[in-house]
């Protein structure tokens, strides 16, 4: 199935002066979160928290996978692409399954620097399809198990820059040392909202890309929410504060929804 049946569409691209037009609970399809198992023997109370934590953790999710998108077009446009060539890359991105689109969207910042470039060339010299630039991509992040996750910092960290220009490389280093890492400095992640760390008020979230698969020095907390490395890679950068009124403008529109429903 592709990805317009599934992934609403939050895009700016089209027009970028437009605001961001939230739509309903409908329209954007938003799974029912209020069944399961755990919610058992739960308080209505707590089991509307729990619902509420969910139905976040999905708004956030669809607003920052089609910001991760809008990144590869910005890099596209960046690197010369032309309109026609940014359409065809859209219309084969249509096609990819979820698992494939997720897998698109964790590339780094520093891959798609290198691989954008490339690929305008191979693409114009005919030795290489649109088809074929996306498939390697997301063949590669599937093989190595990339998938995004959140890290939070009140440090504004820009990618590295040597004379005078952008060489690629986007890096957060571990600056806490960890006991269960023999004192190594590590850097931490969440893989969803609800779980970012605000503790120390950070001005800015960073979405990066983990990989699960193979020695790549990821480690996980016992529940499974946090994650820490030496290093995380990253794939973009959003204010915290911007990103905050997005979710509870949509949470608002899904809270109007319910309300609705009710009279």
């Given amino acids: 199935m592709g990805m317009n049946e599934n992934k609403p569409n939050f895009s700016k691209k089209e027009d970028p002066s437009k605001d961001l037009e939230p739509i309903n609970k ?3 399809n938003v799974p029912d979160f209020s069944s399961g198992i755990e919610f058992e023997n739960l308080s209505p109370e707590l089991k509307e928290k729990k619902i509420t934590e969910r139905e976040r953790n ?9 910001k991760l998108y809008d ?3 910005d890099s596209f446009e960046k690197h010369g692409f032309s309109q026609e060539e940014i359409s065809e890359f859209d219309n084969v991105v249509k096609n990819l ?8 969207i964790s590339h780094p910042h520093e891959l798609k620097e290198r ?3 490339y690929g305008i060339k191979m693409i114009r010299s005919g030795k290489m399809t649109m088809e074929k630039f996306v498939r390697d991509i997301v ?12 890290h939070t910092s009140d440090k504004n960290i820009l990618p590295v820059r040597k004379n ?3 060489t690629g490389e986007w890096v957060v280093y571990g600056t806490e040392r960890d006991h269960r890492d023999d004192d190594n400095y590590m850097a931490y992640y969440s893989f969803d909202y609800v779980n970012l760390y605000r503790k120390k008020n950070p001005d800015h979230i960073y979405a ?4 699960t698969k193979g020695r790549f020095g990821h480690r996980k907390d016992y529940t499974g929410e946090w994650g820490r490395a030496p290093s995380l890679t990253v794939i973009d950068h959003f204010n915290v504060k911007e990103l905050d009124q997005e979710v509870n403008e949509m949470m608002e529109k899904i809270k109007q929804s319910k309300n609705k429903k009710k009279e």
């Fill in 208 to 211: 990066i890309s983990i990989q």
């Fill in 115 to 117: 691989g954008v470039p």
């Fill in 164 to 166: 005078d220009k952008e």
């Fill in 58 to 66: 999905w708004v956030f999710n669809q607003l920052v996978e089609t």
């Fill in 97 to 104: 399954s979820l698992e494939e689109y997720d897998a698109l």
């Fill in 26 to 28: 409908e329209e954007l």
């Fill in 139 to 150: 063949q590669y992040n599937l093989k190595i198990g990339r998938r995004v996750a959140y």
């Fill in 71 to 73: 990144s590869f077009i």
